[in-house]
């Protein structure tokens, strides 16, 4: 695996508090990566870090092969960009912002550009400080892909926007993705505009790496447990696997998450641990189904 | 090359209204210029009104020239702001630094330009006459030091806003410091020249005398002083845009702006 990004030990401060510790990820070239956490997990901070704007306290990031730190207008010709808050220039219109950027990048391509203004209906000479959040964020992409960079990084982009707008916007990213080859990192605290798109997923819980691997390893050892046991259960038993999320019963039905799910073993250890079980039923889960175990697994540790 | 010039064009195109306004003022100071010579030269003992008039109108002008300098430069130095995590869209475009400062630089000349080619140019409207006053290396490097002060102060802030706070905050400093000097001036002076002590010396006395202790008229300070700021103003101004270290940055401003003070009070304040 070749790897477009990867983090060793990355790490942030801001006074006392730290916002990013220790990040050691990769993600592959190629691949789509859904950057998840809850709001304050650290993602913006991380992509800071990855795109120069903030000095890691600690620790290296690496991108298309070079230290983060020291990206120059080689690599950034190759780096697509669109920061949480649409950092534009507003006073531009869409037509003056796309020929400002044009001359920056050699492999600027017009036919690309002149496909996603028409698709994405914008209006040229409009300025754009007169345009509605969606149309910001849809000038913002086609100024960041028109040149088909390597890495498109994308943070938070589909907050604030409607679904039509979403739609439009994750056809622009299929499109690069699948004409160019390029590899998408994108953040998000929700997972439904990513669900079906990520084949790469990393997960951050209050600046920590929870994990980094691919959706397809993930919706493997991830299922959905239930079972029905014979007398009802009151309370469920103590030190119960650490692979088991979000365990609870009501009456004779107990549910959980198993994230270690292995098809020979886990039936055997669930028996194990409720020996009147009856039928067990294990479904496979979507990447919003898996987010959200471990989402609310974060916060009940949190409370804990 | 062409990105500098691209860059530049950008500026010039994102400021042409008020550009333009500029040029008219200039254009209006350079005929004010030349009624109030005309009137000087020629026809002093007429129309003592008109001459006030001309003058208070050039002078006006002239500080007009300066209040564009500190709008228009902002406005260009913080389309590209150097400091801050905010402001994100330049940083992450394939433009060098040395690129920016570049094409900044060329702005600044053309401030710097028509602040000077305004102030030195006289049109001569009756005789039709266009006049040049020639290279005046005080008015020049005034000038200079206006431009590259207002880019460094600029340089090292994020907004408009932050600029106007820290440049209001130094202009009472400034005139604080003057104040004092003033008063440490005519303190240090009073106790070495009785004449300066007679409670019954007229203000406007008081200003002829202290006149000529000011500084050795041999020497204008200014020529020695504002070389000094347009070093440190442009050391800030390249450091910052090249290596994006603003407290380094802050620190040789201040240190700038403290030798300034320092060699003001040498040069100004007799050693009596």
Redesign the interface.
Known sequence: MKPIIETQNLSFRFGSNVAVRDLTFQVPEGSICAFLGLNGAGKTTTIKMLMNILRPSGGTARLMGVDSKKLRSGELANLGYVSENRELPEWMTVRRLLSYCKPMYPTWDDAFCDKLVKDFNLPLDAKLKNLSMGMKVKASLISSIAYRPKLLILDAPFSGLDPLVRDEFIRGMLELSGESGSSVFVSSHDIDEVDKLADWVVILNEGHLHLSESTESLQTRFRQVLLTVDEEISRLPENLPASWLIPESSDRTVRLVESRYEANETPETLRRVFPGAGELTFAPMSLKEIFLTLAKSFRATTEV | M??II?QFK?DI??TRYLLGLWVACALALVLANGFLISFSTHHPELNLGGLFAWRFLSGALTWTNMLFVAFLIPMVVH?EPLTG?????W??????RSTLLASKALYFLLAFALMFLSGQCSFFIHGNQFHFAGPDVAGTLGCLAWVLTVAGLAALTSSFLRFGLFAAAAGVLWALSESSLFLAFLVRNALVNPALRDPALLPSELDRKLGGLVHAPAFDPALLITPMTIAFAATVVALVYLSGRVKLGIGIAVAGIILNRLAYVYLTVPLS
């Open positions: 062409s990105l691209h950008k195109y994102h389309q995590t905010a402001p994100t869209f940083i992450t475009r394939p433009i060098t």
